[in-house]
């Protein structure tokens, strides 16, 4: 990641309109590996034979919460708790309630029964996974200052991780929705080679969407800091929405070139491994503490996104409706206000 390779201190150097030129290139070069990302996924979809949103909800949100988990654990390392889990619960908050809230406001996007009834299981199972483990860390300890998650727990979750990756899988293969027709192309795609080079194509455009977001996020934090940004503004907002900006823009790229599955996958796969992947691996690393804003503002905002997610799904109709996505973003903005507000650090 370009960002990662040149330290903080390059940045802080640059002139402001080399900045704004970098930015640009960033954004730029996230497009770009949206584009290729999103269209080798479909293709890969077809030449496994699978639905498109369960390769949405397994290869590409690894993808894009990678980054997440290697930021995690450097944080865990650092001893900063808050910054570990924030970065799992914000983004599940990001993810739900804006990245989604705003696809479903832009574009009517198709129920796919057969996965929202497992996976959307497995996306609010995982929050209440998350928050029971807490709140049960809270009863052991008997004090709110002193809660952490330990490595047991941490290991627990990437085992679940592993199990979540397999039924997936065989679940995809099971898709009632996949014609015979598209079964049989894909059959026939399914020479190793092909399947391969899709897959490296598929990891190739996430890649070029990560380093582009690390660029942007990177370029940006300096410019907004010479214009005396606030720093707690700028943590609620460039920060928290970051980190989940290869998901933002893999979204809006599938909903563009008319994979609206790939973008409901994405979402809900990045939740469900946000919980498995991104906090099992901060606290395998090392015990991960859980600041007391989790109990009483970001796990309850992480719940609220998650079960209206659930309750869409139950909601008559094979469509998700714009007010839902209406409903989600006005979620999101009201924890954005509560924490500029509470003035507690945001995840």
């Given at each position: ?37 999103v ?10 034979g ?21 930021v ?21 908050i ?5 990245i ?15 996965v ?61 929705g ?97 919980v ?72």
């Amino acid at each position: 990641m370009l960002a990662s390779l040149l330290p903080d201190a390059w940045f802080a150097v640059q002139e402001t309109w080399l900045l704004w030129l970098i930015l640009a290139g960033s954004f730029a070069l996230l497009a770009f590996g949206a584009d290729r990302a999103v269209s080798a996924a479909a293709r890969l979809a077809r030449a496994l034979g699978v639905s498109k949103v369960i390769v949405g909800a397994t290869i590409v949100s690894l993808g894009t919460t990678t980054p997440e988990a290697c930021v995690s654990v450097t944080a865990a390392f650092r001893g900063d708790g808050g910054l570990a889990l924030g970065n799992a619960v914000g983004s599940i908050i990001v993810d739900t309630g804006l990245i989604f809230g705003l696809c479903c406001a832009l574009k009517i996007i198709p129920k796919d029964r057969f996965v929202l009834s497992r996976h959307g299981w497995l996306q609010t199972g995982a929050g209440l996974l998350l928050t029971g483990l807490c709140l049960g860390l809270w009863a052991a300890s008997g004090n709110l200052d002193d809660v952490w998650i330990p490595r047991w727990a941490g290991v627990l979750l990437l085992a679940l991780l592993v199990g979540y990756l397999y039924v997936s899988v065989r679940w995809g293969r099971r898709h009632p929705g996949i014609v015979p027709n598209e079964a049989a192309a894909g059959s026939a795609a399914h020479a190793p080679g092909t399947v391969v080079w899709l897959l490296l194509a598929v990891v190739g455009g996430l890649a070029l969407v990560v380093a582009g977001s690390d660029a942007a996020i990177a370029s940006a934090k300096v410019i907004c800091e010479r214009a005396h940004v606030p720093p707690a503004v700028l943590a609620v907002t460039l920060v928290a929405f970051g980190t989940s900006l290869p998901e933002l823009v893999t979204a809006i790229t599938a909903l563009i070139k008319g994979h609206e599955e790939l973008s409901v996958g994405n979402i809900i796969g990045a939740d469900i491994l946000n919980v498995l992947f991104v906090t099992g691996a901060a606290a395998s690393a090392t015990p991960v503490k859980v600041e007391p804003a989790f109990f009483y503002l970001y796990l309850p905002t992480m719940m609220v996104v998650l079960l209206l997610f659930r309750l869409y799904i139950f909601a008559p109709g094979n469509t998700f409706r714009r007010w839902q996505g209406v409903l989600l973003m006005a979620v999101y903005a009201v924890s954005v206000v509560l924490t500029l507000r509470l003035g507690v650090a945001a995840p």
